[in-house]
Every structure is written in C-alpha cells, then in structure tokens.
C-alpha cells in the first residue's frame, strides 16, 4: 500500500504508517490492519469483512472471541496473570496430566512460539541420541532462532545469520526414497512438517 501524503488516510493507512515508522519491518505483511474477529470473521480497522483461513497460523482454532474462551482468560486475569517459571501455579500440570493422557507420552514441554518448540526440539534429540545431524525438507520454515534456521530451507531467512548449526541436511517434501538415502549414523531426528506453508 502506497501512501501519497494526504492527511486523509483511512484508519488502517494510518496504522500502517505508524507500524513502518516505529516498527522493525522484519516481515512482510498483508495490508490489512485486523480490528475485531468473531468465529472464522475477522474485520479490519477500515470496517471490512475477511473469513480468516489463517486462524493466527492455526493458533485460533476454535476462531476468534469464543465465548467459553474468552470467559476463561477473563476469570484467570482476574485471579494471576503470569508467574514465570519461578513459581509451581496449579493449573500446569493439569493442563501437563490431560496432554499426556492424550498423547501417550509421559510429559509436556510448555513453550511461548515454534521457534522455542523446534529449539527444544533439536536439543532433546541431540541429547538422547548423541548425535548431531538433523534432516529437513526443501521448501520448510521452522522457525526464526538459529537452530530453527539451521533446519529452515529457504536461503534468505537463512544467509543473514550463517554460519547456523552444522549437520542439517534438506530432501524433497514427499520424496520417502531422498530420505531414506540420506539417513545416516549421524542424523539424531528427521524434521516434518504435515502440511508446508512458511517457507514457500
């Protein structure tokens, strides 16, 4: 979106404007300045109408302002908003105890992005395998830390911030022959996305 100067810019021209003035412009984006959302709607500042097939990247899955949701964030902001982990709180390990239940798995790691999931991730499998490769698809993004880099495909998320971690080697998404090629002794985990969609 082009600005020509007229101080007659609509409410989302000026938020844009704004964001490039005193915002790092680290990603490109849509230009839409999103208001309000209600289930799969959302609305921008200029008042128009979208359905939201990003869902915040599959984050908003039950879509936006449900109503059971948002009561439970209302009651808990009225009771503790955040501890750190510092501090044991009582609803953790429920939340730990009910995935487990679900997953079959013994423990829950809590993270604040998929950078931090992948960052985790890598470690985890380095340290159980004592291994150091890793194995990812062309076409990938995993995320914007250096690990997440390490094993993210596309060249320029990549080049600003080389050297990353060594041993992360790339396949065709789909092609299992590539894969299994490339397995090796070194490699500690193989890295999959079910379904691509950053780094095209």
């Not at 105890?97 to 809590?110: I, N, P, T, V, Y």
């Not at 992005?113 to 991730?121: I, K, R, T």
């Not at 993210?152 to 998404?173: D, I, M, N, S």
Request: aromatic content about 8%; overall charge neutral; hydrophobic content about 40%.
């Amino acid at each position: 979106m082009e600005f020509n100067g007229s101080l007659a810019l609509s409410p989302g021209e000026q938020a844009i404007a704004k964001d490039a003035k005193h915002m790092m412009q680290l990603w490109s984006r849509q230009p839409i300045v999103l208001k309000k959302g209600l289930g799969a709607r959302v609305w921008d500042a200029d008042g128009r109408d979208y359905i939201d097939f990003v869902a915040g990247i599959a984050v908003n899955n039950l879509g936006h302002c449900h109503p059971k949701v948002v009561a439970a964030i209302q009651e808990q902001a009225a009771l503790l908003i955040h501890t750190s982990n510092l501090y044991y709180t009582d609803l953790q390990p429920e939340l730990a105890e009910k995935l487990a239940g679900l997953s079959g798995m013994d423990r829950a790691f809590f993270a604040n992005s998929g950078s931090e999931v992948m960052e985790a991730a890598l470690k985890l499998a380095r340290k159980a395998t004592g291994k150091k490769g890793f194995i990812a698809t062309e076409h990938c993004f995993h995320g914007r830390t250096m690990g997440a880099l390490s094993i993210t495909h596309k060249e320029k998320y990549r080049k600003p911030y080389e050297p990353l971690l060594p041993g992360a080697k790339f396949v065709p998404y789909g092609d299992s022959d590539a894969l299994l090629r490339t397995i090796t002794e070194d490699i500690a985990a193989v890295i999959l996305e079910p379904v691509q969609g950053g780094g095209r």
